[in-house]
């Protein structure tokens, strides 16, 4: 067996001696004593533990009270090293469960030796363990898991643990009994054996116990504490037990009440085969192997299944049976017989029949041919029973397998069926559905309750309802999905038309809710060679993308090559991003910079990071394409964090060149910011790279308030407590209220690019723009004007004491190099933007 040996010790250099002393070992490291627990958590298999008592953050004496009281860790042998002189430590090591102690400095000799024994030790309890577990296992397979019931060791009478420590017996002994094992020490066997059988097993017994016979048999009976009577095939065998045990047999024993009864309705068989036959559920018959099924012999239960007497059958003098028979059975009837009859087989058939009162029952026929001496067919016998309840049931569970339980309606299960039926059986044939995605109805149920959100589902299906046809199914595919499926339609057009009454049938109920909806269409007659699960994952896109686009009113969405290709393009977005999360060099991820102009200075005072993809296979892909699919997949978390080290090492770049002022903004998404260990992430990447906090500015859009206000709050609060300045992004079409602004724990307002276009569009002085930077002053935050492109526009942010600009005006966005290249330039001349502009 593979030894793994784990070495924990603050120390380097003591870890790498010993690493190198037991290099034909497997060895992990460990330098603290938090290290440890996680490395022993991920690896179960970890034989020995060499521990250092004294290590940062959780001492070795921490280690082994933890090794002590967790179970999993029960079987790890632990050395402690411990420096000279430390004879208590070594003492407290040994009662907390070590189990040898190596002293400082480490003598590699000595250390070799101890762990060689240890080994020997591990590698000799794992084989002994190893031969008793197979040895216990065999004979505890065997023993639990007879199908008889054995008793090793049981007195006739009340016995104890202490005074019959062989006594056993296993799980099929227990059951034919009734009882425990614990019960049937206290009472013993014969009190639990019936009177009428207790003397002959006690004379045999006894026979047995005096040596007189080495085993006996017997049936004999039980008595049941319910008071019901078992009965056994019993043999009772010597057995040597040591010490001379005076118990010294096993009985071993099989329930044979079944075959016991089996023999008392044999012996009553011709007393009972009369009663039996005029109590059947049905009727037991005989008849001639003819097309009408003449009947020789029916018993008294025809009249409770047909509705006629005996009488009205025998010879057909009223009606001949196959007349009962259903039409439309009465061909597969003949050829089952004809073939059952061919192969010697028995009949066994379900079938409708119509009663004197015309009332239709369901029947099952057992039957068989019955041989003459020329080995011809001479009769049929068999019996029929009424099977009409079961079916009932039968057509109960299908109904509920195929329905949903709550709206009636077909369920999803019972689609897939269908179109997999369908699309192997109708071919050419004009198929599509149509899937109503009201998905948003959950958010219903945190408001109203649970019942409120099932009672509105279930309104709405009775009023799809009236749109379903001879050619329209509805079902009830998910939770607030539905589908209609739609056969022999005419044409896309027919299927616009449908939606539009779905959607004016809705209208009704998501106006009052002010919820939103989404209309899913797939045509299929294109498309059979998909499974069924393929062609519904196919219409929740369709109709998961008219949710997305909804504009305040129901949208219809088609399923076509275009949305396919949106879809394929999405995921290959996803590829790449992923590729982009696994690449230690970020793969196609990288940033430009586009400068920020402090115009009271006139120069850059910082530049805004802005993530790019150029991908090997996808090329350059749009950040307005990438970044909402990087958010919907949380994908957003991996690639945020390496954008955040990339600008890190622009401003490390920076530094170099000594410009330790200027500062850096990072867009930071809702996903990431809400995510549990955002700031503390953040924050140690900021103290891992060594960038200045206040040269850091995390940039968020002015939307985010409203998912989640005081939590993100909060977490801004914190960051700015770091050194970190705020900034909000798209300031003045986001968040509704005004009024907040002065709560929130941000430094900059960023003044959305629509305030500034209006200023080319509306004569200045009507517009809000200056009023937005005085307003953000009076609550003492600074201003940046986004956008800004010509050079009215410069003039009037500046007579109205804007603190910052950004737009194309200044530059475009910029690579590193580039960015740099004009930071150099704008610090060399000082009025450089202001030539440039003009």
Same mark, same amino acid.
């Given at each position: 067996?593979?030894?793994?040996?784990l070495v924990a010790?603050?120390?380097?250099?003591?870890?790498?001696?010993?690493?190198?002393?037991?290099?034909?070992?497997?060895?992990l490291?460990a330098?603290?004593g938090r290290e440890?627990?996680?490395i022993l $958590?991920e690896?179960?298999?970890i034989?020995?533990?060499i521990l250092?008592?004294?290590m940062?953050?959780m001492?070795g004496?921490?280690?082994?009270?933890?090794?002590r009281?967790?179970?999993k860790?029960i079987?790890?042998?632990t050395?402690i090293l411990t420096?000279?002189?430390?004879l208590?430590n070594?003492?407290?090591?040994?009662?907390l469960g070590?189990v040898?102690?190596?002293?400082?400095l480490?003598?590699?000799?000595s250390l070799?030796?101890?762990?060689?024994i240890h080994?020997?030790l #591990?590698?000799?309890q794992?084989l002994?363990?190893?031969?008793l577990?197979?040895?216990?296992v065999?004979? !505890?397979l065997i023993?639990?898991?007879?199908?008889v019931g054995?008793?090793?060791?049981?007195?006739?009478e009340?016995?104890?643990?202490?005074?019959?420590?062989?006594?056993? #017996?296993?799980?099929?002994?227990?059951?034919?009994t009734?009882?425990?094992? =614990?019960e049937l020490l206290?009472?013993?066997?014969?009190a639990?054996t019936?009177p009428?059988d207790l003397?002959?097993?006690?004379?045999?017994h006894?026979?047995?116990l005096?040596? $007189?016979?080495?085993d006996?048999?017997?049936?004999?009976?039980?008595?049941?504490?319910d008071?019901?009577i078992?009965?056994v095939?019993?043999l009772a065998?010597r057995l040597?037990l040591p010490?001379g045990?005076?118990?010294?047999?096993?009985?071993?024993?099989?329930?044979?009440t079944e075959?016991?009864e089996t023999?008392r309705?044999l012996v009553?068989?011709e007393?009972s085969k009369s009663?039996?036959?005029?109590?059947l559920p049905g009727?037991?018959y005989r008849c001639?192997?003819d097309?009408?099924?003449?009947?020789?012999?029916v018993?008294e239960?025809?009249?409770?299944l047909?509705?006629y007497? &005996?009488?009205?059958l025998i010879?057909?003098?009223n009606?001949s049976f196959?007349?009962l028979?259903?039409?439309e059975y009465?061909?597969v009837?003949?050829m089952?017989?004809?073939?059952?009859?061919?192969?010697?087989? &028995?009949f066994?058939?379900e079938? !409708?029949i $119509?009663?004197?009162?015309?009332?239709t029952?369901?029947?099952?026929e057992?039957g068989?041919?019955?041989?003459?001496?020329?080995? +011809?067919?001479?009769?049929?016998?068999?019996?029929m029973i009424d099977?009409?309840?079961?079916?009932?049931?039968?057509?109960?569970?299908?109904y509920?397998?195929?329905?949903d339980?709550?709206?009636?309606?077909y369920?999803?299960?019972f689609l897939e069926?269908?179109?997999s039926?369908q699309?192997?059986q109708?071919v050419g044939t004009?198929?599509a559905?149509i899937?109503?995605?009201?998905?948003?109805l959950?958010?219903?149920?945190?408001?109203?309750g649970?019942?409120?959100?099932?009672?509105l589902?279930?309104?709405i299906?009775h009023?799809?309802? #009236?749109?379903?046809?001879?050619?329209?199914?509805l /079902?009830?595919?998910y939770?607030n999905r539905?589908v /209609?499926?739609?056969t022999e339609?005419?044409?896309?057009k027919e299927? *616009? +038309?449908? @939606?539009r009454l779905?959607?004016?049938t809705?209208?009704s109920y998501l @106006? %009052? !809710?002010?919820?939103?909806?989404?209309i899913?269409?797939?045509?299929?007659d294109q498309?059979n060679?998909l499974s069924a699960?393929?062609i519904?994952r196919?219409?929740?896109?369709?109709? +998961?993308?008219a949710?997305?686009?909804?504009?305040g009113? #129901?949208?219809t969405?088609?399923?076509?090559?275009?949305?396919?290709k949106e879809?394929n393009?999405?995921q290959?977005?996803?590829?790449?991003?992923?590729?982009i999360i696994?690449?230690?060099n970020?793969?196609?991820?990288y940033l430009q910079f586009?400068?920020?102009l402090?115009?009271r200075?006139?120069q850059?005072?910082s530049?805004?990071a802005?993530a790019r993809?150029?991908?090997?296979s996808?090329?350059?892909?749009?950040p307005l394409e990438?970044?909402?699919?990087? =958010?919907?997949?949380k994908?957003?978390?991996?690639?945020?964090t390496?954008?955040?080290?990339?600008a890190f090492?622009?401003?490390?770049?920076?530094?170099?060149?000594g410009f330790?002022t200027?500062?850096v903004s990072?867009?930071?998404s *809702?996903v990431q910011?809400l995510?549990?260990?955002?700031?503390?992430?953040?924050?140690n990447i900021?103290r891992e790279?060594? *960038?200045?906090?206040?040269n850091?500015?995390?940039e968020?859009?002015e939307?985010?308030f @409203?998912?989640?206000?005081?939590?993100i709050?909060?977490i801004?609060?914190e960051l700015q407590?770091?050194?970190?300045?705020i900034s909000v992004?798209?300031?003045?079409t986001g968040?509704?209220?005004?009024s907040?602004e002065r709560?929130?724990?941000?430094?900059c307002l960023k %003044?959305?690019?629509? /305030?500034i276009?209006?200023?080319?569009s509306?004569? &200045? +002085?009507?517009t809000?723009?200056g009023d937005i930077?005085?307003m953000?002053?009076?609550?003492?935050h600074?201003t940046?004007?986004e956008?800004?492109?010509h050079?009215?526009?410069?003039?009037?942010?500046?007579e109205?004491h804007?603190?910052?600009i950004q737009g194309?005006? %200044? @530059?475009k966005?910029l690579d590193?190099?580039?960015a740099v290249?004009?930071?150099k330039?704008?610090t060399a001349?000082?009025n450089f933007?202001?030539?440039f502009?003009?």
């Amino acid at each position: 067996m593979e030894i793994k040996i784990l070495v924990a010790d603050d120390s380097a250099s003591d870890r790498l001696i010993i690493r190198n002393m037991l290099s034909d070992f497997r060895i992990l490291t460990a330098s603290d004593g938090r290290e440890v627990i996680q490395i022993l $958590e991920e690896n179960e298999d970890i034989n020995l533990l060499i521990l250092d008592l004294n290590m940062p953050n959780m001492d070795g004496f921490q280690v082994l009270q933890k090794l002590r009281t967790d179970q999993k860790f029960i079987r790890i042998r632990t050395i402690i090293l411990t420096n000279y002189e430390e004879l208590e430590n070594e003492i407290a090591g040994l009662k907390l469960g070590a189990v040898d102690y190596i002293r400082k400095l480490i003598h590699m000799e000595s250390l070799r030796a101890r762990i060689d024994i240890h080994i020997a030790l #591990i590698r000799t309890q794992n084989l002994l363990e190893q031969k008793l577990y197979q040895q216990g296992v065999t004979f !505890e397979l065997i023993f639990n898991q007879a199908p008889v019931g054995i008793a090793i060791s049981y007195s006739y009478e009340r016995d104890s643990a202490d005074l019959n420590p062989f006594f056993s #017996i296993n799980p099929a002994f227990e059951k034919i009994t009734g009882r425990t094992k =614990e019960e049937l020490l206290k009472v013993g066997w014969a009190a639990i054996t019936h009177p009428d059988d207790l003397e002959e097993n006690l004379k045999l017994h006894k026979s047995l116990l005096i040596g $007189e016979t080495n085993d006996y048999t017997m049936d004999k009976r039980y008595i049941k504490p319910d008071g019901s009577i078992v009965w056994v095939h019993m043999l009772a065998a010597r057995l040597d037990l040591p010490e001379g045990h005076q118990f010294n047999h096993i009985a071993i024993m099989k329930d044979i009440t079944e075959s016991k009864e089996t023999e008392r309705k044999l012996v009553e068989s011709e007393r009972s085969k009369s009663v039996l036959l005029a109590h059947l559920p049905g009727m037991a018959y005989r008849c001639i192997r003819d097309r009408k099924r003449t009947m020789q012999y029916v018993s008294e239960g025809c009249l409770g299944l047909t509705g006629y007497l &005996p009488e009205n059958l025998i010879n057909n003098k009223n009606i001949s049976f196959v007349d009962l028979i259903k039409p439309e059975y009465r061909d597969v009837l003949e050829m089952e017989w004809n073939r059952v009859l061919r192969d010697q087989l &028995p009949f066994s058939y379900e079938y !409708e029949i $119509e009663t004197a009162s015309g009332k239709t029952k369901w029947v099952l026929e057992l039957g068989q041919g019955i041989l003459n001496g020329q080995g +011809e067919i001479e009769a049929l016998e068999g019996m029929m029973i009424d099977i009409s309840d079961r079916k009932a049931i039968e057509t109960t569970l299908k109904y509920n397998n195929d329905h949903d339980r709550w709206t009636g309606l077909y369920n999803r299960s019972f689609l897939e069926d269908l179109l997999s039926a369908q699309t192997k059986q109708i071919v050419g044939t004009k198929r599509a559905l149509i899937s109503v995605n009201l998905s948003s109805l959950q958010t219903l149920t945190a408001s109203y309750g649970f019942h409120y959100t099932q009672d509105l589902v279930k309104n709405i299906a009775h009023a799809l309802m #009236i749109h379903c046809a001879a050619n329209r199914l509805l /079902f009830n595919t998910y939770e607030n999905r539905f589908v /209609f499926y739609i056969t022999e339609y005419l044409d896309k057009k027919e299927l *616009v +038309e449908f @939606s539009r009454l779905i959607t004016q049938t809705l209208e009704s109920y998501l @106006s %009052i !809710e002010r919820i939103a909806g989404g209309i899913g269409v797939i045509e299929m007659d294109q498309n059979n060679n998909l499974s069924a699960d393929q062609i519904l994952r196919n219409l929740l896109i369709a109709s +998961e993308k008219a949710l997305e686009i909804n504009d305040g009113e #129901i949208v219809t969405c088609f399923y076509d090559s275009e949305l396919e290709k949106e879809i394929n393009r999405e995921q290959e977005i996803k590829h790449e991003l992923n590729q982009i999360i696994q690449d230690e060099n970020d793969g196609g991820l990288y940033l430009q910079f586009q400068p920020i102009l402090d115009l009271r200075s006139n120069q850059i005072c910082s530049f805004e990071a802005l993530a790019r993809i150029n991908g090997r296979s996808l090329g350059r892909v749009p950040p307005l394409e990438f970044i909402p699919i990087a =958010e919907k997949t949380k994908l957003m978390i991996p690639v945020g964090t390496k954008i955040i080290r990339q600008a890190f090492r622009f401003l490390n770049h920076l530094y170099a060149l000594g410009f330790d002022t200027i500062s850096v903004s990072i867009n930071i998404s *809702v996903v990431q910011l809400l995510k549990n260990d955002f700031c503390q992430n953040f924050l140690n990447i900021v103290r891992e790279m060594q *960038v200045i906090p206040e040269n850091v500015i995390v940039e968020i859009t002015e939307s985010i308030f @409203s998912s989640n206000y005081q939590e993100i709050n909060r977490i801004l609060a914190e960051l700015q407590k770091a050194g970190i300045r705020i900034s909000v992004d798209d300031f003045g079409t986001g968040y509704s209220s005004l009024s907040r602004e002065r709560e929130l724990n941000v430094n900059c307002l960023k %003044i959305d690019k629509y /305030f500034i276009d209006s200023l080319l569009s509306i004569n &200045p +002085e009507k517009t809000i723009t200056g009023d937005i930077i005085s307003m953000a002053h009076r609550l003492d935050h600074c201003t940046v004007a986004e956008g800004v492109e010509h050079e009215m526009q410069w003039q009037y942010l500046l007579e109205h004491h804007c603190d910052m600009i950004q737009g194309y005006l %200044i @530059s475009k966005p910029l690579d590193e190099d580039a960015a740099v290249e004009l930071l150099k330039k704008s610090t060399a001349e000082h009025n450089f933007f202001r030539t440039f502009s003009s």
